[in-house]
C-alpha cells in the first residue's frame, strides 16, 4: 500500500519560512513526478510546485521567486520550502506522487496519489 506522510504544517507570521517534506513508502517508482497544491478554504485546489522525474520544475506565478520545490529520491522525500509567506498563502497543502509520463502506457497502470494534507496558516 502506497503511503505519502506530510510533515505538519504550522502557523507563521506573514514574511516568515516554514519547509514542508513528504515521504513516499510503498510500490512506487524511486523517481516520479512529485508535486505540491494547496487548497484554500472555499477555493479549489490549486498546484504550488512540482518537479518532473527529470528534475524539471514548475511554480504557481504566486509563489514563485519565494518557495522552492526538491526532492531526495535516496529517501522517497520531496520538500516545499516557502519563504517570504504571505496570509494568502494560507491553505492546507497536499503533496502529491503520481508516475512519470515514460513510465505510462501500455500495459502499466499510471497511478497517482495524495497525502492527508497539512495545514499552513499565515497571520498578518
Known amino acids: 500500500q502506497v503511503q505519502l506522510v506530510e510533515s505538519e504544517g504550522d502557523l507563521v507570521q506573514a514574511g516568515g519560512s516554514l519547509r514542508l517534506s513528504c515521504v513516499t513508502s510503498g510500490p512506487v517508482l524511486r523517481v516520479n513526478d512529485m508535486a505540491w497544491y494547496r487548497q484554500a478554504p472555499g477555493k479549489q485546489r490549486e498546484l504550488v510546485a512540482a518537479?518532473?522525474?527529470?528534475?524539471?520544475?514548475n511554480y504557481a506565478d504566486s509563489v514563485r521567486g519565494r518557495f522552492t520545490i526538491s526532492r531526495d529520491n535516496a529517501k522517497n522525500t520531496v520538500y516545499l520550502q516557502m519563504n517570504s509567506l504571505k496570509p494568502e498563502d494560507t491553505a492546507v497543502y497536499y503533496c502529491?506522487?503520481?508516475?512519470?509520463?515514460?513510465?505510462?502506457?501500455?500495459?502499466?497502470?499510471?497511478?497517482?496519489?495524495w497525502g492527508q494534507g497539512t495545514q499552513v496558516t499565515v497571520s498578518s
Open positions: 518537479v518532473t522525474s527529470g528534475g524539471t520544475t
Open positions: 502529491n506522487v503520481k508516475s512519470p509520463a515514460w513510465y505510462n502506457g501500455g500495459s502499466r497502470i499510471p497511478y497517482n496519489y
